[in-house]
């Protein structure tokens, strides 16, 4: 029984390998990037292909990972349409019968729309003991106001709940106070740099304790421009780095969001990288993350993610999702 049930799980773990590298393997068509549409895009042959996949018993894997993970959010929706159409029932409905674990959860993420996907995400971070801090923290801190305003409009619309209720009812003090500041989609959209206001500084390493306001107020809401400037003039004026006082003055949550937001500001496909490869670090891989970062990135900054990381640490993307995943066979 046991050697039947490792070799199912390895063959999961195949499966599994195979779509997060259908998003990092495929070629760009000139934007960031890594799925991109499909030439000779066709939804009713797409609709058909899928559905002879799970149509009678078993399921054929490969065929919904060749047609998903090769087509864009825009074309899925198109194939979702044309699925209801031509059999008369919901696609994903049929792909969460015919699917399990991880493996439905990467289809089913890949068929939602952007802002769909992260209000969904949020939701499942939020609902039921426990919050995911991690994943809050991932999306509040990593996207622009427009694609916040769309998120929040779209959590009210598929929760029946504003998201701004929710977040405060699961989590509390500082670390609340900054993710309602980040939900406010109100940072500074300007290129302008005010001098006069380059003062964080005066909140952390030059005061006895720290002014916790002072730095949400500069990180949640001033302009990018303005706070690389600031991070240089923090380097000067205190000799470390604004991460190293960051980590120094603060703990917990409220240390893991503002340091999200700095390297988010700073360069947020390295920061993207840096989740990426502490998924899989180590024994066993946290597959929460890998997917949503996989599934929410591959249309927008996946080249520049593999870049990054490949950068920061000598490997590809690609060869270490398969080496995260073996080794975690391997250690079973």
Not at 218 to 236: A, D, G, M, P
Not at 238 to 254: A, F, P, Q, T, Y
Request: with cysteine; aromatic share 8%.
């Amino acid at each position: 029984m046991l050697e039947i049930n490792l070799v199912e799980y390895v063959n999961f773990r195949t499966q599994l390998n195979s779509l997060y590298l259908g998003f990092a393997i495929v070629r760009s068509l000139g934007n960031r990037g890594t799925v991109t549409e499909a030439s000779g895009f066709n939804p009713e042959e797409d609709a058909q292909k899928l559905y002879n996949a799970m149509k009678g018993t078993g399921t054929n894997e490969a065929t919904i990972i060749e047609i998903l993970a090769h087509r864009t959010i825009a074309q899925r929706q198109k194939i979702k349409e044309a699925y209801k159409q031509s059999v008369g029932k919901e696609l994903v409905d049929n792909l969460k019968s015919e699917l399990t674990g991880n493996f439905e959860k990467v289809v089913v993420g890949l068929m939602m729309p952007a802002p769909v996907y992260d209000a969904y995400e949020l939701r499942n971070a939020i609902k039921g003991a426990g919050t995911d801090e991690a994943c809050l923290i991932d999306i509040l801190a990593s996207r622009s106001n427009a694609e916040m305003k769309e998120i929040i409009a779209t959590y009210k619309k598929e929760n029946d709940k504003s998201l701004e209720d929710d977040v405060c009812g699961d989590t509390s003090g500082m670390f609340q106070r900054v993710l309602v500041s980040l939900l406010t989609a109100g940072r500074d959209q300007s290129t302008k740099v005010d001098e006069a206001q380059a003062d964080i500084y005066e909140a952390g390493e030059a005061r006895w304790g720290t002014d916790e306001v002072k730095f949400l107020t500069v990180l949640c809401v001033r302009n990018r421009n303005h706070l690389l400037r600031v991070f240089q003039e923090y380097q000067k004026i205190s000799g470390r780095d604004i991460e190293d006082s960051i980590k120094r003055e603060m703990s917990g949550c409220l240390e893991d969001v503002f340091l999200a937001i700095v390297k988010c500001l700073k360069n947020k496909p390295a920061f993207f990288a840096e989740r990426l490869y502490k998924s899989m670090k180590g024994l066993g891989t946290t597959d929460s993350v890998l997917i949503r970062i996989m599934v929410a990135r591959a249309e927008i900054d996946m080249l520049d993610i593999k870049a990054e990381f490949l950068k920061m640490y000598g490997k590809t993307l690609e060869s270490f999702i398969k080496v995260g995943h073996s080794c975690f066979t391997e250690n079973m």
